[in-house]
């Protein structure tokens, strides 16, 4: 085994120990103060009650007593008073400049700016009055230790605001837009104070950004012309921020409410259950024998973490504190260690079935189901993460590196591979026993079907416990010790097999009872309460232990810290949806999002890819610094309708959840992208490295996860859309092969190190294999031009099935001149004549034009957003082409090319410089 990181990398400092390791994660996720008696147990509490609240909201049970029955908003409002005073209490405000500057400028600042817009409407004095108390109070100093009276009185305050629908719903209710006195005086200090708590728990990035669209709005005349608007008074915002729906009670703190809260919570539980370890050596008893093998087990646990997880900090830490040590161990300098924990680590956020909360807010902003969100973002998640063990791979290979020291000599291949399949054959058979097993038992018992399921759960989870009890708990040792052999990977597995069946329930719930997803976390996590409980008792009885009282103990503490560090880790979730909304509210009362198109549309020069990089690059802007919440909430509000406008526009018409997928993409990056890159600054914190060289590692290792968005905007079938299950195995294959292609070409090594040509003809296989059809339509073109007259003949020709092509001029629906370009879906007729009709089209002559003369309501014509008086400048009909799959015969022929001349290259036998394809 070789130690490259002794002998070639200065230590400039060493990594963090795990006391300051732990304060780091509390600091990011879950609340840096320190404070220890009475306070500590109050915030323990508080965090303990809203998790119960949470869970109670989330249950059947207020419908089945007819008690503590929760409307949307009133759950909301409890949820964010919650978290804002979580916030106070468990972050300390900070020293130095930065609370002076943004503990008194920025209440001082948007207090201000709210008097200006007071004008007439409301007392002016009133509102200076609140800003110079939230201000000053804010820029109190504290100690870590202990909360100060004020912070008590900010946190009463706050919680006071936040919950104010929910105390007044009905008053509020009677007199919706128009607030009366102590509406103005709850909104206002609840914004400023939401504010200070945002900047305690998450920093001052997402301050800044909510902040600078509350300028905006009040603002609105003074901006340049591009994105001026009329301005807001202060009822306006009043009504639409804190009174109503629309701003910090919007959808995204519905959804954290809902949805969001409960899947932490469930991750935490698991965690608390022991099954965060068991993942790490599960991935290291199987990997870390390989070349750079403890790399790739990092990669594979912070998949199966981030698949519970809503944070990459807290995933880089988590898993980074046990995988970075051991990747040096083995040759990876301290930046490549800490930037392969943050490249897997960030992954984990566009893992399904979470996605660090994204998915559930998906839901609700593409408007799609929860099992669709999942379907179409898992492809390009796997092949991701696919990508980045072969990088691992090739960088192992590149340098030369081994893997870690096995416990026992494995058994001829062949027994091997047998053993593989039969144990794949296994679990098929469990599979389609347990999903025709439980279909068969819901109608046959009906009503009594539940309690039927449970025991069934019951029965499988004490049999795999008492088969589990026959092998030691797995321990996470001390990564800095000396390495002897790796766990064995049979008793390992073995060992925590009883951890999967929460995972289980959870999956069956969401898809294949399609139960919302907050009501399949509720079911998730009640069936963890209950093997949190039960399973210390049940190993002590299968091991044979007396001390039955202690492990009862053991249980019922794990659940309770499995309780309050699900609450704590929803402080900043629960704070960022809230302040989010500030932004979404902003952009939807200002109408900035057209503005912004107008802006890219500027800059790019209508070019669609420019259009295409200039999001890119604003959506890693603004989700600097930012959680991945808050993150895909400010993104996909800004630069989501961005590329479906402009994208009509040059003829791109992109599903909208690739359109967010794709923003979402590029916002998570900056958790990678320095200067911000905050996981980067987490592992490097861990590792002993720089910050800023591991964030470029870090990116460059991520580019992959850079080029996916760009393909599935122009290649859907990534994403599973409308394609069927072979199909989608054979797009599986050929992407996969075409993302390693383009980790190979990237990482400069195939199987020998790449000359210039190699990689340029690498890039270009993985392009190919990933859009064939760029070259097809070259030779092919895909549409026929058709002239506007000629529409009723097109459409005759169209077959059943497929839609007609429009590029349609005129006003579009927010009543703008512009050009764009719709799918018209063509019901089936005898003539082209009667089709256009039964799509709701009316359709005249007017001067050599083709006008819309009418457009039936509730039809396939309005559906597209086609409006009377628009003008028909194109008509496109798919013509007839060879299949786009062709193209892949060249293409593997200058692969095997590639192949042969890197074959000649490398050394017959050289382990250590040679890379599996």
């Known amino acids: 085994m070789t130690d490259m990181v002794d002998a070639t990398q200065p230590k400039e400092h060493e990594g963090l120990s795990q006391a300051e390791i732990d304060e780091l994660v509390a600091q990011a996720d879950t609340g840096g103060r320190s404070a220890g008696g ?112 004020h912070e008590w009185i ?114 935490a539980l698991l965690d608390k259950a022991g099954a965060g370890n068991y993942f790490i050596q599960v991935a290291f008893s199987l990997m870390g024998h390989m070349k750079g093998g403890p790399a790739k087990a990092a990669v594979v646990s912070s998949a199966m973490t981030g698949l519970i997880s809503g944070s990459s900090i807290a995933n880089v830490v988590t898993t980074g504190t046990f995988t970075i040590p051991l990747m040096k161990k083995v040759g990876f300098s301290s930046e490549k260690a800490g930037a392969v924990e943050v490249a897997s680590s960030v992954n984990g956020q566009i893992m399904p079935p979470v996605m660090g909360a994204a998915a559930f807010l998906m839901v609700e902003y593409v408007g799609i189901p929860y099992f669709d969100v999942v379907k179409h973002a898992f492809l390009p998640a796997v092949i991701s993460y696919i990508a980045l063990v072969y990088i691992v791979h090739l960088e192992a290979a590149k340098a030369g590196m081994e893997g870690l020291p096995r416990a026992y000599v494995p058994g001829p291949l062949m027994r091997r591979l047998v053993g593989f399949v039969f144990g794949v054959a296994v679990l098929c058979a469990i599979s389609f026993g347990v999903y025709y097993g439980m279909g068969w038992i819901r109608p046959t018992f009906g009503a009594a079907a539940p309690y039927v399921i449970f025991a069934v759960l019951t029965a499988a989870y004490v049999g795999l416990v008492a088969f589990g009890s026959r092998y030691p708990e797995p321990k996470l040792d001390d990564p800095n010790a000396p390495v002897s052999a790796l766990p064995l990977p049979g008793p390992t597995i073995k060992s925590g097999l009883h951890f999967i069946l929460p995972v289980v329930v959870l999956v069956w719930a969401l898809m294949v009872e399609r139960l919302s997803p907050g009501l399949s976390a509720f079911w998730a996590s009640a069936f963890m309460i209950f093997i949190l409980l039960t399973q210390r008792p049940l190993f002590a009885i299968f091991r044979g232990e007396r001390q039955m009282g202690a492990a009862f103990r053991r249980g019922w503490d794990e659940l309770v810290d499995g309780l309050i560090s699900g609450a704590r880790n929803m402080i900043g979730i629960g704070i960022a949806t809230a302040t989010a909304g500030i932004i979404v509210g902003a952009v939807s009362q200002t109408g900035v999002g057209s503005a912004l198109a107008d802006v890219v549309e500027v800059l790019s020069g209508g070019n669609l890819l420019a259009i295409l990089f200039l999001t890119a690059i604003l959506s890693l802007i603004l989700g600097m610094g930012l959680p991945t919440t808050a993150n895909y909430i400010v993104v996909s509000a800004l630069l989501a309708p961005v590329i479906v406008t402009l994208g009509q526009e040059n003829g791109l018409l992109v599903p909208l959840i690739a359109v967010h997928l794709f923003v979402f993409y590029f916002g998570i990056m900056a958790d990678v992208t320095p200067p911000v890159g905050l996981a980067s600054f987490a592992a490097a914190a861990v590792s002993g490295g720089d910050p800023i060289r591991t964030g470029f590692v870090a990116f460059f290792y991520s580019l992959r996860t850079a080029a996916l968005p760009f393909l599935f905007i122009f290649n859907t079938d990534l994403l599973l859309i409308e394609v069927d299950w072979i199909h989608g195995v054979f797009i599986f294959v050929i992407a996969t092969v075409a993302m390693l292609l383009f980790a190979a070409g990237t990482q400069g090594w195939f199987i020998a190190r790449n000359r210039l040509w190699e990689t340029v003809a690498l890039l270009l296989l993985a392009f190919t294999f990933f ?141 250590e410089q040679q890379a599996v394809a």
């Open 771 to 911: 859009r064939p059809g760029f070259w097809m339509d070259m030779v092919f073109p895909p549409y026929e031009d058709v002239p506007p007259a000629e529409i009723a003949a097109a459409a005759g020709e169209v077959p059943s099935g497929e839609n007609l092509r429009l590029r349609i001029s005129g006003l579009d629906s927010v009543g703008e001149t512009r050009e764009w370009v719709v799918l018209l879906e063509l019901p089936d007729g005898a003539t082209g004549e009667e089709r256009i009709e039964a799509a709701g089209l009316t359709l005249v002559e007017r001067d050599g034009k083709t006008i819309i003369d009418d457009v039936a309501f509730d039809s396939p014509a309005q559906d597209v957003g086609l409006d009377w008086d628009q003008e028909i400048v194109r008509v496109l009909k798919s013509a007839e082409t060879p299949s786009k799959y062709w193209i892949y015969i060249p293409a593997l022929l200058l692969l095997a090319l590639v192949i042969w001349a890197q074959r000649r290259r490398a050394p017959p036998a050289s382990g």
């Open 154 to 267: 900010m946190a009463a305050i706050g919680g006071f605001c936040a919950a104010y629908l929910f105390l007044f719903y009905g008053p509020i209710a009677d007199r919706v837009g128009q607030p009366v006195f102590i509406d103005y005086v709850v909104s206002v200090a609840g914004l400023l104070l939401l504010l200070e708590a945002t900047r305690r728990s998450l920093g001052p990035a997402l301050v800044i950004v909510a902040s600078l669209f509350l300028v905006y709005t009040v603002l609105g005349p003074w901006m340049p012309e591009i994105v001026a608007h009329k301005g807001n008074n202060l009822r306006e915002i009043v009504n639409h921020h804190w009174i109503s729906t629309e701003g910090v009670f919007g959808i995204a703190l519905g959804v954290s409410t809902s949805f969001v809260f409960l899947f932490v919570l469930f991750g």
């Open 38 to 149: 009475f306070i500590g147990r109050l915030i323990a509490g508080i965090a303990l009650l809203w998790s119960l609240f949470q869970l109670w909201y989330a249950s059947p049970l207020p419908f089945a007593v007819g008690i503590g029955v929760f409307n949307d908003t009133e759950a909301r409002s409890i949820h964010l008073a919650f978290a804002v005073v979580l916030a106070f209490l468990a972050f300390p405000p900070g020293h130095g400049a930065v609370q002076t500057i943004f503990g008194l400028g920025v209440p001082l600042v948007l207090g201000g700016l709210l008097a200006l817009s007071a004008g007439d409407i409301f007392p002016v004095w009133v509102v200076l009055a609140i800003t110079v108390v939230v201000a000053a109070a804010c820029a109190l100093p504290t100690r870590n230790d202990r909360v100060a009276i």
